[in-house]
């Protein structure tokens, strides 16, 4: 009975459900994937990202640039490292912030699209 309904368990196509259930990826990197997602659920964070697209940048530039003090720039920082949504790399006593790698761009743009669609 798998392409019937199931006495009180609601299943349908019990053929479907089991088909799409191997193919769903491991419960530890759907939590993973998530939690990267709460990462861009901060304007002050997203901001940050579009501005690393354009440049390398320290934390008193990023400060001026998005009207932010340096110390909620560098808890946000602290948050993109975290997520590896961004690296940084010294000169001297400077510390200039980078997006990590492409993908972080790809992932920006899917959303902005989406986004922006009417």
Known sequence: MTDELEQGSGVIHQDIIDKVKA?????EILYDLAELFKV?????RIKIICALFEKELCVGDLSVLLNVSQSAISHQLRTLKQARLVKFRRDGKVIYYSLDD??????FDAGYKHVIEE
């Open 23 to 27: 193919e769903l990826p491991a419960d």
């Open 102 to 107: 492409d993908h972080i761009k790809n992932i």
């Open 40 to 44: 861009f659920g901060d304007s002050t």
